[in-house]
């Protein structure tokens, strides 16, 4: 059966390493742009065509427009479309022939550049940490522009931007392009350069591939940051540039610092050192407090007051002492007085008593030794009275 | 302390530098504050930097006797006016 037939040579074209991976060059004919985003075409050279197909999901990546009689190397695999029987390229990647030999120029220019050391890391400057000017040559036109100065004026808003508007595609670009670098280079305000352009075909960026660019940009004394194209394009003025960015955008965003980051980073050093400062001074607040407590422990006065007030105390005790011995003393020659005082013969003659002398002024305490007619004095409380003995009587 | 010639970049440094010395325990109360006032100088300078009006766009005129600087065109900017 004519479908098992062709089910078995498309196994055999399959199963074949070689065709699996082809890459074939030759001029496009019978190009349809089939609405449902495929593309259909031939292959041709002066003896031979085959038929080609390339799906949307590949063809969208080709920068140009493939047309009839466009010389183009494609790259795929072949295989049998069962249903007609015929066999054709599956195109994966399409190119303009011609960039062969664009890339041959480029590869030779990179390892001649290679060998002489301009892609060396050692001689690659380093980006200022924070740049006042920064200088950016590529056309004032575009969107490569638009995006550098938005980043770069969102990221940190005080800084200074000089554009040198140069061609960036064409033959004459090169040239413009180092004019720029080297006015830029050559001012001393300006501390760091970004060069590029935005997406293009290959062979429009290979403005960027020039030799003397090269050594320009290797010659720069100010560092330089080059974005050319999109993230998969790779160029000469890359490799030898200080620092490559995939983008535009992404150059401006590796030339400045964020403003905020900065800011945050500043207060926090600021706060460190403020807490840390105020630490110091309590810390020496609460030594200095803690010597004015020790030394007013030790201090002579308190020493002195002590003393002082044993003395006080020592004082008193003595005082209530002697005062003690003194009221004894009185309590004494009170009793001694009271004593003396019930002797008191005067104490009789006062209670009516009468005290009798002799001549001689002695007491008379009996009637011996008296005889009659003694003469005897009466002593009463008020006056004396002279008597004389008429009778003695004893008992 | 001369501002000018310093970097924002030195001026960070050197504050970097001038916490850790006040860290260090055996520094001086005096030697403490003065480097304090230092710093707070140096703080006010990055500060200033960062809080700087903002910067100016222009774009280099080649003219017959030389370069000239223009503004860049408003486009990109919210205020432009002045052509030099």
């Known amino acids: 059966m004519v479908s098992e037939l062709n089910g078995y040579i498309k196994k055999l074209i399959s199963g074949d390493i070689l065709l699996s991976f082809i890459e074939v060059e030759g001029e496009i004919s019978n190009f349809t742009h089939h609405y449902s985003g495929h593309m259909y075409f031939s ?23 493939p047309s009839n009689g466009l010389k183009v190397v494609i790259s795929g695999s072949v295989s049998v479309y069962e249903k007609d029987g015929t066999y054709q390229i599956y195109v994966k990647i399409m190119k303009k022939q011609g960039l062969g030999e664009l890339y041959k120029k480029f590869n030779l220019l990179k390892e001649k550049l290679e060998k002489e050391g301009l892609f060396r890391l050692s001689s690659k400057k380093g980006l200022p940490y924070l740049p006042k000017k920064i200088g950016v040559a590529t056309s004032s036109t575009g969107a490569a522009i638009r995006d550098i100065v938005s980043v770069l004026r969102r990221r940190f808003p005080a800084v200074d931007i000089l554009i040198y508007p140069c061609l960036v595609q064409g033959d004459n670009a090169p040239k413009d392009i180092i004019k720029g670098l080297k006015y830029l280079d050559k001012r001393d305000d300006v501390d760091l350069i970004i060069v ?10 290979f403005a960027f591939n020039d030799e003397e660019l090269a050594r320009c940009i290797f010659g720069l004394s100010t560092p330089l940051i080059s974005a050319v194209g999109h993230e998969s394009d790779f160029t000469i003025a890359d490799l030898v540039a200080d620092i490559r960015a995939a983008t535009p955008s992404a150059a401006a965003e590796l030339a400045l610092p964020e403003k905020n980051s900065l800011s945050e980073r500043l207060w926090n050093l600021g706060t460190k050192i403020e807490k840390r400062v105020f ?16 030394l007013h422990y030790l201090n002579p006065i308190q020493k002195i007051n002590d003393r002082r007030m044993n003395l006080d105390k020592i004082f008193k005790t003595l005082d209530h002492c002697i005062e003690l011995s003194f009221l004894d003393k009185e309590k004494h020659l009170l009793s001694l007085y009271n004593r003396l005082n019930v002797c008191d013969p005067l104490l009789s003659i006062q209670r009516g008593y009468g005290l009798v002398f002799n001549e001689n002024k002695d007491l008379v305490k009996s009637i011996e030794n008296l005889s009659l007619d003694d003469n005897l004095y009466i002593k009463l409380k008020d006056g004396i009275i002279k008597t004389k003995v008429l009778e003695i009587r004893g008992e | 302390m001369d501002k000018i010639e310093l970097s924002y970049e030195q001026a960070v440094n050197k504050l970097e530098e001038l916490l850790v010395e006040i860290e260090s325990d055996d520094l001086k109360l005096e030697d403490t504050l003065e480097k304090f006032k230092e710093a707070m100088d140096l703080y006010k300078c990055c500060n200033a930097i960062l809080t700087n009006a903002e910067g100016t766009v222009k774009q280099i005129l080649e003219k017959e006797d030389g370069f000239a600087e223009i503004n860049f065109p408003s486009v990109f900017r919210e205020e432009n006016n002045e052509v030099y």
């Open chain 1, 43 to 65: 292959l041709k050279d002066e003896k031979s065509r085959i038929k080609c197909i390339m799906f949307q999901t590949d063809n969208k990546s080709i920068d140009f427009e």
């Open chain 1, 279 to 294: 630490r110091n001074i309590e810390d020496n607040n609460y030594y200095l407090n803690n010597i004015e407590k020790r």
């Open chain 1, 196 to 205: 590029g352009r935005g997406g293009g075909s290959y062979e429009e960026l």
